[in-house]
């Protein structure tokens, strides 16, 4: 673990704390009239001060003639007696699956208030390999907002000898030994394929060495996994999950010695399921702590991210300030940075968050490592900008672009009726179930139905030109348009589209290509919006606010033309093709069941065992 040199002890820089509140050097900024939230003890201190020097808390409290620290450039905020908070902390979260690039997501996280997140970029990983990884960590640095790194482990999702899907990079041991030097890892991301975990796979489990070796924090991904099973995948030394969204899941997690991230992002939505746990005043929950894992750049501009969180988890009944601490101190403890952040004490960072309530919490100033970033909603501190590499910026190797009937399922039956295994998604979560139901057959071709909202999808390989195309089917989209395609599909990031109309699904693909990555919805024809993704087909290099009014024209379309209700729809879509989360998805290779890592026939007749 290379922390960056804003966690490291320096002595000059104590010296001027000690200096400044002993009244022997003019503070940087004081704060006055604020009740600070006490995250260590659960309190509100009323009436407080905080002195500021540098990018440090050199005290607080109920600081007597405030004058004293006050020079000819000391900036003085009056707190109105506002309610004064750490800053958020957000423990896992993919920032690809905002659509933004670090510095447009540090624009929009910080508005809200959270000044330090622990980002996995394995979707970078996974289009780019560790190239993309220390391309993200770079474009990480000289940002406001802290941006600690987990390595991702899983690059590919699955282990490449399954032949489970087409992959761009692998990101191994070595590679991983390589990264854990850099500057702002903190971890290895999630550990996904829990079924090599399980099978004791000496290839994952010196990834998880080596992560030690290096003094990183261990991170994992184990859904619906209980009993023996659970105890295996915490044999292997991960330590954290996101993935409960059972209360029982969540308390045999615990019980275990994990820690428990409670996941409320876009689509993934555990909270409510979960809250009784944060209720139960018999249940510690120092294991505890919110994340987002993926939220888009709606949410983000229009609800916000670690305070949307604590805001519904208040909705929910719970307590402001447990909720609160669920934000800051929690995740600040479970990354060993309590030293540092998650506290409003002397010898932290000045991480501070302004709100006029605490029963809804609604960030108008923050201030970052002892900068005001903004003051009342407003910028006051321009992001510095990243020119990416064009290696970065064209992604999109289809190689022949596919025939409409290259699309097709196709049977050997002119006409009738076959049964197929038919993926069906459940809104707001990240779970897929199995279920056979019967199709027509019209000239050798299983057609979809979409008046029992089953719609065609491939998933085509982007990456090497291999032209190979998966097949299925999915229930419950909700989709109504002729296609959508797009270069997000966890994890790999292969080229998924979803339609009934074949035809509009090749213009759909025309644009992908065209554009070098993105989001597209097509129909009789006629490009509907489109977002273009450049940056490894993932991200926009465009301002947020550009990526905001472009997703929102994409979605109000589909709501207003189509009827779709299906919130998160796009990021739903995209957890189609990764093959390590129960209980069926879809790859460039076909139909995979998850639980027997195998590839299975589309047509149910097709089976043997």
């Given at each position: 673990?290379?922390?960056p040199?804003?966690f490291?002890?320096?002595v000059?820089?104590?010296?001027?704390?000690i200096n400044?509140i002993?009244?022997?050097?003019?503070?940087?900024?004081?704060?006055?009239?604020v009740?600070?939230?006490?995250?260590?003890?659960?309190?509100?201190?009323?009436d407080?001060?905080?002195?500021?020097?540098g990018?440090?808390?050199?005290?607080m409290?109920?600081?007597?003639?405030?004058?004293?620290?006050v020079?000819?450039?000391?900036?003085?905020?009056?707190?109105?007696?506002?309610?004064?908070?750490?800053?958020?902390?957000?423990?896992?979260?993919?920032?690809?699956?905002?659509?933004?690039?670090?510095r447009g997501f540090?624009?929009?996280?910080?508005?809200?208030g959270?000044?330090?997140?622990?980002a996995?970029p394995?979707?970078?990983?996974?289009?780019?390999?560790?190239?993309?990884?220390?391309l993200?960590?770079?474009a990480?640095?000289n940002?406001?907002?802290?941006?600690?790194i987990d390595?991702?482990s899983c690059?590919?999702?699955?282990?490449?000898?399954?032949?489970?899907?087409t992959?761009a990079?692998?990101?191994?041991?070595?590679?991983i030994e390589k990264?854990?030097?850099?500057?702002g890892?903190i971890?290895?991301?999630?550990?996904?394929?829990?079924?090599?975990?399980l099978?004791?796979?000496?290839?994952?489990?010196?990834?998880?060495?080596?992560a030690?070796?290096?003094?990183?924090?261990?991170?994992?991904?184990?859904?619906?996994?209980?009993?023996?099973?659970?105890?295996?995948y915490?044999?292997?030394?991960i330590?954290?999950?996101?993935?409960?969204?059972t209360?029982?899941e969540?308390?045999?997690?615990?019980?275990?010695g994990?820690?428990?991230?409670?996941?409320?992002?876009s689509a993934?939505?555990?909270?409510?399921?979960?809250?009784p746990?944060?209720k139960?005043?018999?249940?510690?929950?120092?294991?505890?702590?919110?994340?987002s894992d993926?939220?888009?750049?709606v949410?983000?501009?229009?609800?916000?991210?670690?305070?949307?969180i604590?805001?519904?988890?208040?909705?929910?009944?719970?307590?402001?300030?447990?909720?609160i601490?669920?934000?800051?101190?929690g995740?600040?403890?479970?990354?060993?940075?309590e030293?540092?952040?998650?506290?409003?004490?002397?010898?932290?960072?000045a991480d501070i968050?302004?709100?006029?309530?605490?029963?809804?919490?609604?960030?108008?100033?923050?201030?970052?490592n002892?900068?005001i970033?903004?003051?009342?909603?407003?910028l006051?501190k321009?992001l510095?900008?990243y020119n990416?590499?064009?290696?970065?910026?064209?992604?999109?190797?289809?190689?022949?672009?596919?025939?409409?009937?290259?699309?097709?399922?196709?049977?050997?039956?002119?006409?009738?009726?076959?049964?197929?295994?038919?993926?069906?998604v459940?809104?707001g979560s990240?779970?897929?179930?199995?279920?056979?139901?019967?199709?027509?057959?019209?000239?050798?071709?299983v057609?979809?139905?979409?008046s029992?909202d089953?719609?065609?999808?491939?998933?085509i390989?982007?990456?090497?030109?291999t032209?190979?195309?998966?097949?299925g089917?999915?229930?419950?989209?909700g989709?109504?348009?002729?296609?959508?395609a797009?270069?997000?599909?966890?994890d790999?990031?292969?080229?998924?589209?979803?339609?009934?109309?074949?035809?509009?699904?090749?213009e759909?693909?025309?644009w992908?290509?065209?554009n070098?990555?993105g989001?597209?919805?097509?129909?009789?024809?006629?490009?509907l919006a489109?977002?273009?993704?450049?940056?490894a087909?993932?991200?926009?290099?465009?301002?947020?606010e550009?990526?905001y009014?472009?997703?929102?024209?994409?979605?109000?379309?589909?709501?207003?033309?189509?009827?779709?209700?299906?919130?998160a729809?796009?990021?739903?879509?995209?957890?189609?093709a990764?093959?390590?989360?129960?209980?069926?998805r879809?790859?460039?290779?076909?139909?995979v069941?998850?639980n027997?890592?195998?590839?299975?026939p589309?047509?149910?007749?097709?089976?043997?065992?």
């Amino acid at each position: 673990m290379v922390l960056p040199s804003i966690f490291k002890y320096d002595v000059e820089e104590r010296i001027n704390l000690i200096n400044t509140i002993m009244g022997r050097k003019p503070a940087d900024i004081v704060i006055s009239n604020v009740n600070i939230v006490l995250t260590t003890t659960g309190e509100i201190l009323e009436d407080a001060n905080i002195v500021i020097s540098g990018k440090r808390i050199a005290g607080m409290g109920k600081i007597n003639e405030l004058h004293r620290f006050v020079g000819r450039e000391t900036i003085v905020i009056d707190g109105e007696n506002n309610y004064v908070l750490p800053g958020f902390i957000d423990p896992h979260v993919h920032i690809e699956s905002s659509l933004l690039t670090p510095r447009g997501f540090a624009k929009l996280a910080l508005r809200h208030g959270t000044t330090t997140i622990v980002a996995d970029p394995h979707e970078i990983g996974n289009v780019l390999g560790s190239k993309g990884v220390e391309l993200f960590v770079e474009a990480s640095k000289n940002l406001p907002l802290k941006i600690l790194i987990d390595i991702p482990s899983c690059v590919p999702a699955t282990d490449p000898s399954f032949g489970l899907e087409t992959t761009a990079n692998i990101i191994g041991i070595d590679e991983i030994e390589k990264l854990a030097m850099l500057e702002g890892t903190i971890g290895l991301g999630e550990v996904m394929d829990y079924v090599s975990v399980l099978n004791a796979s000496k290839y994952v489990l010196e990834k998880i060495r080596i992560a030690n070796k290096y003094g990183l924090i261990i991170n994992g991904h184990a859904p619906l996994l209980q009993g023996e099973k659970l105890d295996a995948y915490i044999d292997a030394g991960i330590w954290s999950d996101h993935e409960s969204t059972t209360l029982e899941e969540a308390i045999e997690k615990i019980r275990k010695g994990m820690y428990v991230f409670i996941r409320e992002g876009s689509a993934w939505k555990d909270l409510k399921a979960l809250s009784p746990l944060l209720k139960n005043n018999s249940i510690d929950l120092r294991l505890c702590s919110f994340a987002s894992d993926d939220i888009n750049v709606v949410d983000l501009m229009e609800k916000g991210h670690m305070d949307r969180i604590i805001n519904i988890a208040i909705e929910y009944g719970i307590d402001p300030i447990k909720a609160i601490q669920l934000a800051t101190i929690g995740p600040a403890i479970r990354l060993h940075l309590e030293d540092h952040i998650g506290i409003i004490g002397p010898a932290r960072l000045a991480d501070i968050v302004f709100t006029k309530s605490i029963e809804y919490i609604e960030p108008h100033t923050v201030i970052a490592n002892g900068e005001i970033i903004y003051y009342k909603g407003e910028l006051k501190k321009p992001l510095p900008e990243y020119n990416y590499p064009k290696y970065a910026l064209n992604t999109v190797n289809i190689g022949k672009i596919p025939k409409p009937e290259d699309l097709l399922v196709k049977v050997n039956v002119k006409r009738g009726i076959v049964r197929a295994n038919i993926i069906q998604v459940i809104p707001g979560s990240a779970i897929t179930k199995r279920v056979v139901e019967e199709l027509v057959v019209e000239n050798g071709v299983v057609l979809p139905d979409p008046s029992r909202d089953i719609i065609l999808a491939t998933v085509i390989d982007r990456h090497k030109a291999t032209g190979s195309i998966g097949k299925g089917f999915i229930k419950g989209l909700g989709f109504r348009a002729g296609a959508i395609a797009q270069t997000i599909a966890h994890d790999t990031h292969n080229l998924i589209v979803a339609g009934s109309n074949p035809e509009d699904m090749v213009e759909a693909i025309k644009w992908i290509n065209n554009n070098q990555g993105g989001i597209v919805v097509v129909d009789n024809g006629e490009v509907l919006a489109g977002i273009p993704l450049r940056l490894a087909g993932l991200m926009s290099t465009e301002e947020p606010e550009k990526v905001y009014e472009e997703y929102k024209n994409l979605t109000n379309i589909l709501m207003k033309k189509y009827g779709l209700e299906f919130e998160a729809f796009f990021m739903t879509l995209g957890l189609v093709a990764l093959p390590v989360i129960p209980e069926i998805r879809l790859t460039d290779k076909g139909l995979v069941d998850v639980n027997k890592a195998k590839i299975i026939p589309l047509i149910v007749d097709e089976e043997s065992g």
